[in-house]
């Protein structure tokens, strides 16, 4: 043990704690104040194998490293199978891998905690950009394989649904006014083809009442879990046109 130690506190500023039986494990598993943890296989109160699985089990991410002079080929093949991070040979000339074993888990541990910190980032901003979406007054949604795979409320109060469970997996095209099918099929097309956002137009959608509501529409490509999709955001531009018509019906009125 205290060559070990030795070996260790060359290469690193370190805190250790020696658990030298049953009692001791208990608590220092009850605390988890610990980082790194070095196990031989032979114990006078247990064996590497069991404590390996006890930590591993209540800490997943802990590393944990064998150094062991006792065990054999099958028994580090189970360890490791077991989650065990690495095991080494405890011999004279294996002494000096020992704080190899202990830098490479170091540094796996940080690449893993690196790689959760990242999505737990992108969990918060989709969440963010959720949120955004769901509270969104204009509609937003989502088609692949012209069917609709999202739509936000919003979206869902523009074409009459009660609910955006109502439209998942209607054809996109039962909402496109007749007038503006083909247009639309050709944006998807090239939209498709040239991986670019089409620009935004006004044309009418079909709610599901029959009746026909003026929108202007931008659209870009997509990915919805893991497919090609279209994005299109909308806005009901109704009391827009009708203000224009008002309008140009009083400028014809002035004509005359």
């Given amino acids: 043990r205290a060559l070990t130690v030795r070996e260790l506190k060359k290469e690193f500023e370190i805190q250790v704690e020696e658990i030298i039986d049953a009692e001791g494990f208990a608590h ?22 069991e404590i390996s699985g006890k930590i ?23 360890a490791m199978k077991n989650g065990l991070d690495d095991y080494v040979l405890k011999s004279p000339k294996h002494f000096k891998r020992l704080p190899a074993a202990v830098k490479a888990a170091i540094k796996k541990a940080q690449e893993h905690q690196a790689v959760r910190e990242a999505e737990e980032a992108f969990r918060d901003s989709e969440e963010r950009y959720r949120q955004l979406v769901e509270l969104s007054p204009d509609t937003i949604a989502v088609h692949s394989e012209d069917k609709i795979v999202f739509i936000n409320p919003a979206g869902a109060r523009l074409v009459g649904a009660a609910n955006p469970e109502q439209l998942i997996g209607k054809p996109i095209m039962d909402f496109i006014h007749p007038d503006y099918q083909e247009i639309i099929k050709e944006r998807v097309r090239e939209m498709r083809e040239a991986g670019r956002k089409a620009p935004l137009i006004e044309e009418k959608f079909i709610r599901l009442d029959g009746t026909d509501v003026d929108v202007e529409v931008v659209a870009m490509p997509f990915t919805y879990q893991g497919k090609p999709a279209v994005q299109v955001v909308a806005r009901d531009i109704t009391q827009r046109k009708l203000a224009e018509e008002q309008i140009k019906a009083s400028l014809k009125e002035k004509e005359v």
């Fill in 28 to 49: 220092a598993l009850e605390e988890g104040s610990f980082d790194i943890v070095i196990i031989d296989y032979q114990l006078r109160w247990s064996n590497g194998l």
């Fill in 56 to 78: 591993k089990s209540r800490y997943p991410d802990c590393t944990v490293i064998m150094f062991t002079a006792t065990g054999d080929e099958e028994i580090a093949v189970e």
